[in-house]
């Protein structure tokens, strides 16, 4: 008798105009292993060539929204050089770093829905989420520390999400912070009840995904670009963005409904 087919690592779901990813490996507490990147990846690519999708939702499955890494797989491997490891490591890395390159670059609004534990990359991927939204059961860690190491490329995303001082409190620390931490330090943006996360989520990325999807994609690059640069440069790089938005089809459309007391009808796209 053949074994049963194993479930997908990352399983995708749509609801209206939004796509749910959900993480799908909770007996593992959704580690971001090297496959694992490599199936968001290819998910996210999809979603953002499919014309249908017009918001994304990142979940977990299980106890936990994601571990971070596969620890196992990070560690030196039987027989293997010291070499050999750091490149292994260092090509497991740079694919996460990719990963949360996309989710910001992405032309589409990414959405965390964080129902449990989210450590080291599994916060750095919360992070790196436009908004997120968390069960007040959800914990928050960078434990690098713990275990010897540091956090470095996951305070990458944390740190341009929150205050310096708490970003190196999680990871000097390595403690466990709550969801109302999380929420006073600006990593996520409201905590709900465990039993209310879902349809919060999902009335959000419904919002979300009724707005022009052209004037999403150009004011969220136009808005991540100009996040490191001085203020008479941060203007400059909004300005075009903001008159090529404001010119488009959509926006003509938009401009009509508002003054028409009616809701857009956005061309399809």
């Not at 670059?105 to 919360?126: D, E, H, M, N, R």
């Not at 008479?232 to 009509?256: L, S």
């Amino acid at each position: 008798m053949a074994p049963a087919p194993s479930p997908p690592w990352v399983t995708a779901e749509m609801s209206g105009s939004v796509l749910w990813l959900t993480l799908n490996r909770p007996g593992q507490r959704n580690p971001l292993s090297s496959q694992m990147i490599d199936l968001l990846q290819e998910s996210l690519a999809a979603a953002e060539a499919d014309t249908d999708v017009r918001c994304i939702v990142i979940a977990g499955s299980g106890p936990a929204f994601s571990a971070g890494h596969d620890l196992r797989e990070m560690a030196p491997q039987a027989g293997e050089t010291d070499v050999a490891c750091k490149a292994r490591m260092r090509g497991i890395l740079e694919a996460c770093s990719r990963l949360m390159l996309g989710i910001t670059q992405s032309p589409k609004a990414v959405v965390a829905c964080v129902q449990g534990i989210a450590t080291a990359a599994g916060c750095q991927l919360v992070a790196a989420c436009d908004l997120a939204i968390a069960s007040e059961e959800a914990r928050f860690c960078l434990p690098g520390v713990n275990i010897g190491a540091f956090c470095t490329t996951p305070l990458v995303a944390v740190g341009r999400n929150i205050h310096r001082k708490h970003a190196m409190e999680l990871a000097l620390t390595g403690d466990l912070f709550d969801a109302g931490d999380a929420v006073r330090m600006g990593l996520v943006n409201r905590a709900v009840a465990a039993d209310r996360l879902h349809s919060v989520t999902e009335q959000l990325a419904q919002k979300i995904a009724s707005k022009s999807t052209e004037g999403i994609a150009r004011g969220k690059s136009a808005f991540y670009e100009q996040l490191n640069q001085p203020l008479a440069e941060a203007y400059g790089t909004t300005c075009e963005p903001m008159i090529e938005t404001m010119t488009t089809a959509d926006a003509r459309e938009g401009t009509q409904a508002f003054f028409g007391k009616r809701q857009p009808v956005w061309p399809q796209g």
